[in-house]
């Protein structure tokens, strides 16, 4: 019988990952999120084309400084819909 920490990583291997997959797995995340906004929500692909970046820009975490942050003014500005294009 294992351990509360060995059950715990048995099913969720993630626990146990290094600094780097990690890393990698957030990566890979945000790449997903980025592009995801980009073609599917018009503020978001405004906003990116505004500052020049595309999601094929983001290849390490910290090229997410490249990409604009949402402001409040921003989501009030834009249709109210904006809240039912992202899941």
């Not at 990690?22 to 073609?39: C, D, M, P």
């Amino acid at each position: 019988m294992g351990t509360v920490i060995d059950d715990c990583v048995r099913h969720e291997p993630i626990l146990a990952a290094s600094r780097d997959e990690i890393s990698a797995l957030q990566l890979r995340k945000l790449q997903w999120a980025i592009r995801y906004a980009y073609e599917n929500v018009p503020l978001y692909k405004k906003k990116y084309d505004a500052a020049e970046v595309h999601p094929d820009d983001l290849r390490h975490l910290e090229d997410l400084a490249k990409f604009p942050f949402t402001t409040k003014e921003d989501l009030r500005q834009s249709s109210p819909s904006i809240c039912l294009q992202c899941p």
